[in-house]
């Protein structure tokens, strides 16, 4: 465990060096201990793969105070103290139009479309964190066998909703951004929805299923998240 300050206003607390559910899994649970706790001086916490930044009043608290606070809360952060984790569940439509490279990358892998398909939809998925564009999860859990290196060049506009994959990560884009995922396919549900009492969809710690759909289906459920009808299957 490091604490590297971050200007004179946040203290980054890095729990570990690697990419794994047991490091992150002790990030998210800090962050809930800090904010359960209601640690004084804490104005703000972000949470990424391995680490939590942690933004601070220096009025309220010095920083030597905060680090010891926050060193004791993490010698108890572990899953034993996250709430239990809840289950999404996405419809994607796994269709060559929505996904401009399904075939390219079953091709890139030696496998059949819809293979391809069976695998990635197949997987469950664990958000480590959200961030890039607001609702955008960082998700890993895809099976190694579909696991691929980014775009060489990323498109300059991938659409919200495009599911994609790249290294080690599945990729759902929350809003029309610059990316450089392989696009397999899109969900029409919004991960990020200023207009709805919770914006943001996902979680840290959610557990995220797809469900493949045709492009009826799609086109329907499409309406219906317009139309403000359409809820997500969330499984608490």
């Known amino acids: 465990m490091r604490f590297v300050p971050a200007g004179d206003l946040a203290v980054c607390v890095e729990l570990g060096d690697e990419i794994s559910v047991e490091v992150n899994t002790r990030v998210r649970a800090l962050e809930y201990l800090v904010q359960q706790k209601g640690v004084r001086g804490v104005v703000e916490t972000v949470p990424s793969f391995r680490s939590l930044l942690v933004y601070y009043d220096p009025d309220a608290v010095g920083l030597e105070t905060l680090c010891d606070t926050l060193g004791d809360l993490a010698e108890?952060?572990?899953?034993?103290?996250?709430?239990?984790?809840?289950?999404?569940?996405?419809?994607?439509?796994y269709d060559p139009e929505?996904?401009?490279?399904l075939e390219p990358a079953a091709a890139r892998l030696g496998l059949a479309v819809d293979e391809l398909v069976r695998l990635h939809a197949g997987a469950e998925y664990l958000v480590y964190f959200v961030g890039f564009?607001?609702?955008?999860?960082?998700?890993a859990g895809m099976p190694d066998r579909i696991q691929l290196p980014r775009?060489?060049?990323?498109?300059?506009?991938?659409?919200?909703?495009?599911?994609?994959i790249g290294g080690m990560q599945c990729c759902?884009?929350?809003v029309e951004s610059p990316g450089g995922y392989w696009l397999l396919g899109r969900t029409p549900v919004r991960l990020y929805d200023p207009g709805a009492p919770e914006p943001i969809l996902l979680r840290p710690g959610d557990r995220v299923r797809l469900r493949p759909v045709d492009r009826a289906t799609f086109e329907r459920i499409g309406r219906a998240v317009e139309a403000r009808t359409y809820r997500p299957v969330v499984v608490a």
């Open 76 to 93: 108890q952060a572990s899953a034993a103290v996250l709430p239990a984790p809840r289950t999404v569940e996405l419809p994607c439509c």
């Open 133 to 139: 564009t607001p609702g955008l999860p960082y998700m």
């Open 151 to 164: 775009l060489e060049t990323p498109r300059v506009k991938v659409s919200a909703g495009s599911v994609g």
């Open 172 to 174: 759902i884009y929350s």
């Open 98 to 101: 929505l996904g401009p490279d």
